[in-house]
C-alpha cells in the first residue's frame, strides 16, 4: 500500500520545466491577437473587509488596457504603455500618472501581452498544472525578483490560463498574509471590432485633471476624450495568423487553485 502511495505521488509531481518552452507557445498564442475584451469579477479580501466589484476589461496593442468598473460605482482606469489615467465620473476627476518602467504597469498586461521578456525581467516564474480543471490546467506562479520594485507591491501572483488560448481566467494576488485580490476572467472576445474611441475616455465637462497632486486644468464645456486616439491595428487574417506550437509541454508541477 505504501508503495503504491508512492509511486501515485511521484506520478503526480513532475520536474521543474524548461520555461523556454513554456513562454514559446505562450507568446505564439499572442501573435495573432490585437484586441481582446472580457467580463470580470474581483474580490478584494482585507481583515476589515471584502470588497466586489465588476466590470470590462479591454486590451489592445500596443500596449493599451482600459478597466471599467459598473459595479458597486462607475470609475475606468486606463493605461496606455506607461501612463495611467484614473478617472472617477462621481466627483469629475482625472488623476494623471507616469508609471515609466516600475513594474505596476506591467502587471495588468502580463496575462495579455506577448512581451514576456518584460515578465522575466522583474520576476521568478514557475510554471504550474492542474488537475482536471474545467476552464484550465496551465499556469504561472510570479514572485518578484530581490531587489525589485515589485517587492514592495505584492509578495506573489498565480495567474491560471485556459488551456485552448492561454489566457488568464484567474489572477490572484497576495499583498501579504491578510490581504488578497482574485480577479476572475470570463466570456472572451479575441479581436473584437472596436471603433478608436473604444478605447478612451470620455470626460464629462467641468473634470479636474490632476498630474503630481495639482490641479493641471478643468475640461470645457463640450467635454474631452483622453488618451489621444490610435488606430487599432488590423487581426490578421486566419491564413496570416501564426499556428500556436503543437508540441506538447513539458511536464509541470501540480499546484491548488485558490479558494
Known amino acids: ?60 496593442k500596443p500596449r493599451r488596457i482600459l478597466r471599467q468598473t459598473h459595479y458597486p460605482y462607475d470609475a475606468s482606469i486606463l493605461i496606455d504603455a506607461t501612463t495611467s489615467y484614473q478617472y472617477e465620473p462621481e466627483v469629475r476627476q482625472l488623476v494623471v500618472q507616469e508609471l515609466a518602467d516600475a513594474p505596476e504597469a506591467d502587471i495588468l498586461f502580463f496575462g495579455f ?64 498574509e491578510e490581504s488578497q485580490l482574485i480577479v476572475e476572467m470570463s466570456d472572451y472576445e479575441v479581436n473584437p471590432a472596436l471603433a478608436p474611441e473604444a478605447m478612451q475616455i470620455a470626460l464629462a465637462p467641468g473634470t479636474k485633471v490632476i498630474r503630481d497632486e495639482q490641479v493641471v486644468r478643468t475640461v470645457g464645456e463640450e467635454g474631452e476624450l483622453v488618451p489621444i486616439t490610435r488606430e487599432i491595428p488590423p487581426a490578421p487574417m486566419p491564413d496570416d495568423a501564426p499556428a500556436p506550437e503543437t508540441a506538447p509541454l513539458v511536464q509541470v508541477s501540480p499546484l491548488e487553485p485558490a479558494e
Request: hydrophobic share 45%.
Open 1 to 60: 500500500m505504501l508503495l503504491e502511495l508512492a509511486v501515485a505521488a511521484a506520478a503526480s509531481f513532475a520536474a521543474v520545466p524548461e520555461l523556454d518552452d513554456f513562454f514559446a507557445r505562450f507568446k505564439a498564442s499572442r501573435e495573432g491577437v490585437v484586441a481582446l475584451q472580457t467580463e470580470y469579477t474581483e474580490k478584494s479580501i482585507t481583515p476589515d473587509e471584502t470588497f466586489l466589484a465588476e466590470g470590462t476589461l479591454t486590451y489592445t
Open 113 to 176: 501581452d506577448s512581451d514576456t521578456d518584460r515578465l522575466r525581467d522583474s520576476y521568478e516564474v514557475r510554471v504550474f498544472s492542474l488537475q482536471d480543471n474545467p476552464l484550465g490546467n496551465l499556469g504561472m506562479e510570479l514572485l518578484p525578483k530581490p531587489g525589485s520594485d515589485a517587492v514592495d507591491l505584492f509578495q506573489k501572483a498565480v495567474i491560471y490560463l485556459r488551456d485552448d488560448n492561454l489566457l488568464p481566467y484567474r489572477v490572484h494576488l497576495v499583498f501579504d
